[in-house]
């Protein structure tokens, strides 16, 4: 697969991920886990230096999907904290933050 390719599938996977968990009650985390880890393996496959061109973007939608999960799951949670090894910077302030910092 093209770089491209794996960039779209990863950001794709991440968006519809960010979408399903948003606000969601009851989350049953076993339902997850098989999607957190395709995000994990498939960030770590990128390129450092491809992440690092949309790694801010990345903190967004990924920090809005985990202030979804946190009500839920709670901070020490294993998808939880999977999933915030995939962010970097400040993690939005809820799951209705969209006023990113540009870069």
């Known amino acids: 697969m093209g770089i491209y390719r794996e960039i779209y599938d990863f950001a794709a996977r991440a968006g519809a991920f960010e979408g399903y968990v948003y606000q969601k009650e009851n ?34 939608t990924l920090g809005r999907a985990i202030r979804s999960l946190l009500p839920s799951l709670g901070e020490g949670h294993e998808l939880v904290k999977k999933l ?19 870069p």
């Open 84 to 102: 915030k090894g995939l962010t970097v910077g400040t993690l939005p302030s809820s799951p209705d933050d969209f006023q990113r910092q540009r």
């Open 27 to 60: 989350i049953v985390a076993s339902s997850l886990t098989r999607w957190v880890d395709h995000l994990v393996e498939q960030y770590n496959a990128l390129p450092e230096e491809v992440r690092a061109e949309f790694q801010d973007l990345c903190d967004f």
